[in-house]
Nanobody, 132 residues
Framework: QVQLVESGGGSVQTGGSLRLSCTAS??????????GGWFRQAPGKEREGIAT???????NYADSVKGRFTISKDNAKNSLYLHMNSLRPEDTAVYYC????????????????????????WGQGTQVTVSS
């Protein structure tokens, strides 16, 4: 069983930055993040995919975060990261990391809930609050 643990959430003011980390552990053959993803869920809204990184390092972003957020991973540390800059109040949400251990590439509609079905392991979530 694979466990994912996020860290790095918190409260910042508009325009601030945060870096979220996600570390994988548990028994699994091969890399944990065949594809890694970050999702978020705001109160009263569906969970939406915001960024994915494939095994070859290629990345994709939802339009709402493009140019402000950067997803990265360190396979040696079994870790996934999300660097968030120019944060806005509408970025306030619980952020979840996710792993697809079965595929090397995922193509899905980020900014919607559709991408969730492509990932088989999830972290517990970390709160990000952006105040104006």
């Amino acid at each position: 069983q694979v466990q994912l643990v996020e860290s790095g959430g918190g409260s910042v003011q508009t325009g601030g930055s945060l870096r979220l980390s996600c570390t994988a552990s548990g028994y699994h053959r091969g890399g944990y993040f065949g594809v890694g993803g970050w999702f978020r869920q705001a109160p009263g809204k569906e969970r939406e995919g915001i960024a994915t990184i494939n095994s070859d390092g290629s990345t994709n972003y939802a339009d709402s975060v493009k140019g402000r957020f950067t997803i990265s991973k360190d396979n040696a540390k079994n870790s996934l990261y999300l660097h968030m800059n120019s944060l806005r109040p509408e970025d306030t949400a619980v952020y979840y990391c996710a792993a697809n251990t079965r595929s090397l590439r995922v193509t899905c509609d980020l900014g919607t809930a559709v991408c969730s079905s492509y990932f088989n392991y999830w972290g517990q979530g970390t709160q990000v609050t952006v105040s104006s």
